[in-house]
Antibody, heavy 117, light 110 residues
């Protein structure tokens, strides 16, 4: 069965960077793009970007251009999302989600990133 | 890209039907048949309920249906049940490999 398992919660100081991982299993890793989205406390979902695990090409929400980097390691079927220059507004649960047929068909369990001085 | 517009809350009694709207622009909702809907219970990850405007994934009850007219998509839940109480989010492809979510709607089953 398809599983996306994300890394654990993080606490970071303003200005620092965070890197969250998402390990995929149960399907051919390179056959499906992977999205990243986030959800601030009590707020809605916000799309961050997407990666093609086959070639590594990416596309990012314009708002996060220059601050977010999505990469992959095909040898371990893992996708990474790094967000830099963190500020308090980046405190959120970050999700990876597989891109199946133009929608988000499987989701990771989420990773809480807290930005606090 | 601006978030799609959803009502903040809707409510209905068990057995009734409710419809949640999702309004975008001709660059997203109106431009592609790639609207999906997600159900999220507190503390859980979202779950897809509808994709490609009106398709239901395996395992989703046929009480859930989707449609689209112009720049507005809709999710209808018929025969409301207590377990349908959750937050619902729409999402649309916005072109050039970008996606956009709606602000979310809280469904209360009275």
């Amino acid at each position: 069965q398809v599983q996306l398992v994300q890394s654990g919660a993080e606490v970071k100081k303003p200005g620092a960077s965070v890197k969250v991982s998402c390990k995929a299993s149960g399907y051919t890793f390179t056959s499906y793009h992977m999205h990243w989205a986030r959800q601030a406390p009590g707020q809605g979902l916000e799309w961050l970007g997407i990666i093609n695990p086959s070639g590594g090409t990416t596309s990012y929400e314009q708002k996060f251009q220059g601050r977010v980097t999505i990469t992959r390691d095909a040898s371990t079927s893992t996708v990474y999302m790094e967000l830099s220059s963190l500020r308090s507004e980046d405190t959120a649960i970050y999700y990876c989600a597989r891109a199946g047929n133009n929608h988000f068909d499987y989701w990771g369990q989420g990773t809480l990133v807290t930005v606090s001085s | 890209q601006s978030a799609l517009t959803q009502p903040r809350s809707v409510s209905g009694s068990p057995g009734q039907s409710v419809t949640i709207s999702c309004t975008g622009t001709s660059s997203d909702v109106g431009g592609y048949n790639y609207v999906s809907w997600y159900q999220q219970h507190p503390g859980k990850a979202p779950k897809v309920m509808i994709y490609d405007v009106s398709k239901r994934p395996s395992g989703v009850p046929d009480r859930f249906s989707g449609s689209k007219s112009g720049n507005t998509a809709s999710l209808t839940i018929s025969g409301l049940q207590a377990e349908d109480e959750a937050d619902y989010y729409c999402c649309s492809y916005g072109g050039r490999f970008n996606w956009v979510f709606g602000g979310g709607t809280k469904l209360t089953v009275l």
